[in-house]
T-cell receptor, first 114, second 116 residues
Framework: AQSVTQLDSHVSVSEGTPVLLRCNYSSSYSPSLFWYVQHPNKGLQLLLKYTSAATLVKGINGFEAEFKKSETSFHLTKPSAHMSDAAEYFCVVSARGAGNMLTFGGGTRLMVKP | ETGVTQTPRHLVMGMTNKKSLKCEQHLGHNAMYWYKQSAKKPLELMFVYNFKEQTENNSVPSRFSPECPNSSHLFLHLHTLQPEDSALYLC???????????????FGQGTRLTVV
């Protein structure tokens, strides 16, 4: 079994300040972890993925995430928020032992204030 | 542009209508998925096809009927829907999910369905 918890349903930051979106996962297997972003009325776009290589993963648009097995976390960060980062972000887990099915977190809506 | 195209982008239908959603991918993937995204709910997996065979039906009501004629195309046939079926329906594709690990999915832009 596997699950994902995104600890904040809404996060609000000012433009130019750091972004932290929190994600904790649970999996009985060695997981792969992903972050997707969804802009209004759009599909989901892959930001980055962790695949058991380097624990610090760099993605598109300046985002990165660190896999911490001891904390079962995969938090998404960005040093400086931009207005265009306003969107919904989904943390996702999959595992071969779970048939590679993607399990989605509930999403975090990021708002960026000018 | 993710390589996954969904049509139509928007659909309004009455409860007695029959309509179909279409999804097409040219990524050479062998697995395709339908997801339902409702307001204030987590993304719900509806159906999974691997190599044109349905491998997952997540307790979806029979008024939703999927069809996968080949690995590049996926349809969702709709009939006698209810207003609570109004949602964004997302199609996705990936490499063969049964064999490979670390398989991310590529999503279409979705069809916004409104049932009146």
């Amino acid at each position: 079994a596997q699950s994902v918890t995104q600890l904040d349903s809404h996060v609000s930051v000012s433009e130019g300040t750091p972004v932290l979106l929190r994600c904790n996962y649970s999996s009985s297997y060695s997981p792969s972890l992903f972050w997707y972003v969804q802009h209004p009325n759009k599909g989901l776009q892959l930001l980055l993925k962790y695949t058991s290589a380097a624990t610090l993963v760099k993605g598109i648009n300046g985002f990165e995430a660190e896999f911490k097995k001891s904390e079962t976390s995969f938090h998404l960060t960005k040093p400086s928020a931009h207005m265009s980062d306003a969107a919904e972000y989904f943390c996702v887990v999959s595992a071969r032992g779970a048939g590679n099915m993607l399990t989605f977190g509930g999403g975090t809506r990021l708002m960026v204030k000018p | 542009e993710t390589g996954v195209t969904q049509t139509p982008r928007h659909l309004v239908m009455g409860m007695t209508n029959k309509k179909s959603l279409k999804c097409e991918q040219h990524l050479g993937h062998n697995a395709m998925y339908w997801y339902k995204q409702s307001a204030k709910k987590p993304l719900e997996l509806m159906f999974v096809y691997n190599f044109k065979e349905q491998t997952e039906n997540n307790s979806v009501p029979s008024r939703f009927s999927p069809e996968c004629p080949n690995s590049s195309h996926l349809f969702l046939h709709l009939h006698t829907l209810q207003p609570e079926d109004s949602a964004l329906y997302l199609c996705a594709s990936s490499q063969d999910g049964r064999q490979l690990v670390n398989t991310e999915a590529f999503f279409g832009q979705g069809t916004r369905l409104t049932v009146v």
